[in-house]
């Protein structure tokens, strides 16, 4: 008889934490929806040139997932169009740190230390995507201009060059 009473007891309990399961199954579907909404909304503000309603809509997606690596990326972009660099680098900076192998994170942070004139962790983080991806363009432009902004003529020939002839050879 306890044995039978164990038995129904181990079956509720298995059946309770199966539901359970299930509805964080379904929690977990509704979330990513949301993100994937919200980030929708953002994109679509951002090219009709709204900014502020994309920032809206791109914050309230790091506030259901604050590891979402497209969340920073667009984030950072925004912020670059309301003219925020220390902003967008903050975002970007974090971007990096979530998503180490992320090289439209990467190509964007650097863009935003050209601009402040800070080559050496311009050329850091070029030089890390160009371990991974040697022939990415964008990637070759900038670490010429790098090179070129700090007086080294030869590699920024070198580098320009590279990138010019890879896109060249991509639109083949």
Do not use: H, W
Not at 67 to 81: A, M, P, Q, R
Request: hydrophobic share 40%; aromatic share 10%.
């Amino acid at each position: 008889m306890k044995l039978i009473k164990y038995f129904l007891i181990f079956s509720i309990l298995c059946t309770s934490i199966t539901v359970a399961q299930e509805l964080t199954k379904e929690e977990k579907r509704a979330k990513r929806k949301q993100i994937r909404l919200y980030l929708k909304k953002s994109r679509s503000y951002f090219d009709a040139q709204q900014v502020d309603s994309a920032y809206i809509y791109i914050d309230s997606l790091l506030l259901f997932d604050s590891k979402n690596v497209d969340g920073f990326y667009y984030k950072g972009l925004i912020e670059l169009k309301k003219n925020d660099t220390t902003k967008a680098d903050s975002t970007l900076t974090q971007g990096v740190a979530l998503a180490p192998l992320s090289t439209r994170i990467k190509i964007l942070l650097a863009r935003i230390k050209i601009e402040k004139k800070d080559y050496i962790q311009a050329s850091e983080l070029l030089d890390a995507i160009l371990r991974i991806k040697p022939n990415e363009a964008e990637t070759l432009y900038l670490r010429g201009l790098t090179y070129l902004y700090q007086n080294d003529t030869t590699n920024a020939l070198e580098y320009l060059q590279n990138g010019l002839e890879t896109a060249l050879n991509k639109g083949n």
